[in-house]
DNA sequence: ATAGGGTTAG
């Protein structure tokens, strides 16, 4: 159009913004800007609101254009161009009444805030905002960024709601959180009122957050506004409740939405597998699928998770299968989820493959790869991975140095995880948080250093149950029932309710044969009303998940699975298998400990996995709790009778049972 | 003609 010397109008521009939004062109925007401004087309709403659109986009996604050096090309010129021979003089007498009417408006900066419509009974944009949450405020280098997006709005002539809109979800998603809030604070003095639009900006803001009393109050906003049974603040509402831990909420939400789009099915599965209800979040997956809403890649990463957390690698394959289907496997989230569920599933050598296919590396590919080594034992590829991100440019953060700790801890590498230690501080500036602590500490224990492990976790200011925690399972390990009960006293002053800490130290008691303390403390929790979970195994066949307990007489097989048991037995002592029956709690005779040992949850699915499980393929237990030492033994002649790989996620780490020995070496 | 929502590693 421009080549056939035709002249755009203003009706042009909004489209041609939004292109170069979309392409995220800067060059191209900022030209278009140029054009627009010759045209004397700067003063038009819609264009303007475009403008802005496209600068923030830019900005949040950190796109620099000419702003970088604090000049903006296209404004600070502005003036010389517009009194260049190229504009007419009706252009100048616009340009000329606009700034006019930019003189009678007030800068944004000096507008006294006074209470908007919306505060009328809502605080959600309160001026304490700022003074409790300062530390995540945009720094400004943030708002050096969205310079382009403000000068394009002080200079506008009229703001309309959209304008202001988008100045508010720009600021909101560049980070600039109390910019956002206080332009909705002036938005009302404006005479504007915040709609759908202004609050789905917001959600994401108190989600953050975790401020579910600002959210809360949205949400009354918006009921009275009609607003609710929007999309896009069903899904906003959706997260912001998940995010503050009260997904029920999240799911009432849910249910009353008119419809449910693939965005609302999206936010309700994340927000349920994020609060730990992974079957609740499979289920859902499920009746997204049966409600023909389509999965998008965003559904895999948020679904995937819930297979990892169960070990349901049957389902995690059938999704597997439909991610290569469709071509999403190249997508990052979607390889990282894939990784992490197949090394949490008991396959790293899958995770790994899928890992090398990866064209990309990021850190949270790396950190997956790495803990999924971890967790099975791998702890010098896990290693060997971390310097090669190292290497590659990567920079690990908190949650990586997490997993190349918890590496050394589970192969007693105590030098290495010090050296890893200390650099996370010395060469990354990153302190070392409470997993961290817990890490090292575990290490230690396990590796017998009692003592130090305990210096280490004093020196913590304030040193919580959970860290503690691995000290008492290094001491039930290491059977020191004094330096136990002054690691529970420690504890129980912090976390009173701790049901593991009662029970680890009742074992310890148990296993030391001093058995009244142990009853005493049972008989506590009891008067109490202190429950702990009880322990069990699981094992998936066929889709189907089969969970058992200790002495479990529940499993339709039963009578098949104690009859392979009692002809594993008989075997395993010919093969020189002798009870270990020091880990027994139960104050019983030597006969009825071996019973109980024999009804184990996790050899009960073992067995029920021998009999249903085609031959010659690897069996796969998960169990909530620690293996005890004789079930530990006793798998490894399992393994070797029955010639079968028998893989074990307990809750720390995974063992791999073949030919009669452990992949652990028997330290965990 | 312009503005808003969902994801991975602990």
Redesign the pocket.
Known sequence: MRASGKYPD??V???V??SC??LLDVKLGESVHGCIIRFGMDY???????L???Y??FHSLGLSGSHGNGKHKMLDGMSERMFSSEVSGELIHKFEKRMMSIDQNVSLNKVKCVSPQINGNSEFTDRSYRETHDSYMGEEERSARMDSVRKVFEMMPRR???????VI??N??SGMHEEALMMVREMGNANLKP???????L??IF?EYVDVSKGKEIHGYAVRNC?DE???????L??MY??CNRVEDSLWVFSI?PR????????I???C??NNLYDEGLRLFQQMLKAKVK????????I??AC??LTKLNLGKQLHGYIIRAGFDD???????L??MYA?CGNVKVARWIFDKMELH???????II?GCA?HGHAHDAISLFEQMEMGGVR?????F??VL?ACSHAGLIDEAWRYFNSMTQNYGIAP?L?HFAAMADLLGRAGKLDEAYKLISSLERPVGSVWSTLLSACRVHKNVDLAEKVAKEIFEVDPENVGAYILLSNIYAAAQRWRDASKLRVFMKVKGIKKNPACSWIEVKNKMHAFVSGDKSHPSCDKIYETLKVLLEKMEQEGYVPDTSEVFHDVEEEQKKQLLYGHSERLAIAFGIISIPAGTTIRITKNIRMCADCHTATKFISKIVEREIVVRDNNRFHHFKGGKCSCGDYW
């Not at 038009?44 to 475009?50: E, G, I, Q, S």
């Open positions: 203003h009706n521009f909004p489209s913004v939004k939004a979309l038009d709403l819609y264009t303007c609101n475009a802005m659109n496209m923030a986009k309309d709601l959209v304008s202001w809109n988008t979800a720009g909101a998603q709609d759908s639009f202004t609050l789905s900006s959600l994401p989600a607003f929007d999309f896009f603040i069903g899904s906003g959706i997260v998940a995010r939405l449910q789009d693939a965005i609302s099915w999206n936010s599965i994340a927000g597998v994020q999965p998008r890649q965003v559904s895999f990463s948020s995937l998770p990892a957390h997508n990052v989230f979607i390889a990282s989820s990784v992490d949490k990021d850190m949270v590919s790396w950190t997956a803990m967790l690990p953060n908190y949650v990586a997490v997993a918890t948080g997993e």
